[in-house]
């Protein structure tokens, strides 16, 4: 393991008059910034996507999961066909490496974990030739085993990107072969009940079939025998069967959607937004989200005057990207959504894989902010809570090539719509820096296990690899 040392920047001989030279100019906020860089404590734990072979952009830690003690790491690339992954965990106790992987997934990569009621989840995001579209989700048992769950091939999904368990239901959502087709659309997202759930630690196989899914969305206009949509709901529903993210907002539980990105309500027929025929007729604005309807127990695609915008229109960046929330989170009065970035089509379909999109915030009444951070070029880039404080990983491109890594916090009484700001999505003193440090690399996600953090580094594209799938280490 590798201990990281580096000699302070801001300490030097008549460094206290420099100090009280920044309070006296009014820039306190960056003599606390280098008061708060860390410079030795840092400990490499090593580099399992390497060592398991991941290559390229897959070293990336897309996610660490902190469950029962152990941190799991999550990488692969979907574009790139990378699997099967293995899972590996670090043991905070042991303060070691499991002796080996607690299972393989039959998949190309693990984008994120899921736990519910006290279960660990990993979404299956794409199948490696080793199984088929029926892989929904791998499920941790008590015992630590892993069981694969399929559906039938009435349900068969390409992605399942995301799980979510709410109104005992549980939901995937992500996409099949064919989302939009106009004669033969097949469901992007998958039901099952959630109180079957349970059973599977009794499955003595690790692997089983279900018939309990279901699809949760209407895709055809009624019938002679009626529908639970009306046909203008069916049209938006075919255009938004195609899906990232699940996540709760003050009203609900929502779907995010291919359209959800910079573009604005009512784009221009260009790029992805272009006129197809293999696709329903298009109804703009394009169904960014979809919204929980617990009556029928189904995902409908609002009016989209009913809706508030996630992610503010930018023109000045690609309105043909798809932007999903990274496991955004509720906290006080308002929602925090870090946002990666996606593309459909190539070149940007293996360039744009995972990479840092945007960071917002959104009031119950109101549209999504764009959030500017204290140090101003910093970008958030996953979030979590912690003992009753929300704390977000940000990364910023320092002048040498390197990244000042930066973790703020928000405690729960400063996330009111109150102090929601215009330029700032939300008034920059109501950020604490609890620590900085530098890398060549960026952290890609994070976790905490009681005083101890554990960071997981990535690289941007076009940027060296350099020690990409590294696990770190801070004891605070």
Do not use: C
Request: proline letters at 8%.
């Amino acid at each position: 393991m590798r201990q990281y040392l580096r000699n302070p920047g801001w300490i030097w001989p008549g460094g206290w008059f420099a100090l009280w030279a920044l309070l006296l100019h009014g820039s306190f906020s960056g003599a606390v910034q280098a008061a708060n860089e860390l410079t030795v404590g840092w400990v490499d734990l090593g580099n399992k996507p390497a060592e398991s072979r991941q290559r390229g952009a897959s070293r990336n830690v897309w996610d660490l999961q902190a469950f029962e003690g152990r941190v799991y790491l999550g990488m692969g690339d979907t574009t790139r066909d990378t699997g099967p992954i293995p899972v590996w965990a670090w043991d905070h106790h042991a303060q070691a490496w499991i002796d080996e992987p607690e299972t393989i997934v039959e998949q190309e990569a693990i984008e994120l974990f899921r736990v519910f009621d006290g279960v660990l989840y990993i979404p299956s995001s794409d199948p490696t030739s080793g199984t088929t579209d029926a892989s929904k989700f791998y499920r941790r048992r008590a015992d630590g085993g892993w069981v694969h769950v399929k559906s039938s091939r009435q349900f068969m999904t390409a992605h399942i990107r995301d799980l979510a368990v709410f109104d005992d239901v549980l939901v995937g959502v992500g996409n099949s072969r064919r989302p939009h087709d106009l004669l033969r659309a097949r469901t992007g997202a998958v039901a099952m009940p959630a109180s079957a759930l349970a059973a599977l630690d009794t499955v003595d196989s690790d692997e089983i079939e279900l018939p309990l899914f279901r699809s949760p969305i209407s895709l055809l206009p009624p019938g002679e025998g009626g529908s639970v949509v009306d046909p203008d709901t069916s049209q938006r529903n075919r255009i938004a069967n195609w899906f990232f993210a699940v996540f709760e907002l003050h009203d609900g539980w929502y779907a995010s959607t291919r359209w959800l990105g910079w573009a604005a309500d009512m784009p221009e027929p260009v790029g992805a937004h272009a006129p197809w025929a293999g696709r329903p007729p298009q109804v703009p604005p394009f169904p960014a989200v979809v919204r929980w309807d617990a009556t029928s127990g189904e995902w409908r695609a609002p009016p989209p005057e009913d809706i508030h915008r996630l992610v503010p229109h930018d023109p000045d960046r690609d309105p043909n990207l798809t932007l999903r929330p990274f496991k955004p989170v509720l906290f006080g009065e308002l929602w925090f959504a870090p946002m990666r970035r996606y593309s459909l089509f190539r070149p940007h379909y293996i360039t744009e894989y995972n990479q840092s999109g945007d960071f917002v915030v959104k009031p119950a009444d109101g549209p999504g902010r764009r959030v500017v951070l204290p140090a101003a070029g910093a970008q958030g880039e996953a979030v979590l809570v912690h003992e009753g404080r929300l704390y977000v990983l940000a990364n910023e491109k320092t002048g040498d090539g390197d990244y000042r890594v930066r973790v703020y916090s928000l405690a729960e009484d400063q996330a009111r719509a109150s102090g929601l700001d215009e330029r700032h999505g939300l008034e920059p003193e109501r950020w604490q820096l609890e620590f900085s440090f530098r890398h060549p690399n960026l952290a890609r996600s994070f976790a905490r296990i009681e005083r101890s953090w554990y960071f997981g580094l990535g690289f941007g594209h076009g940027e060296p690899v350099g020690e990409a799938g590294s696990l770190l280490r801070l004891d605070r």
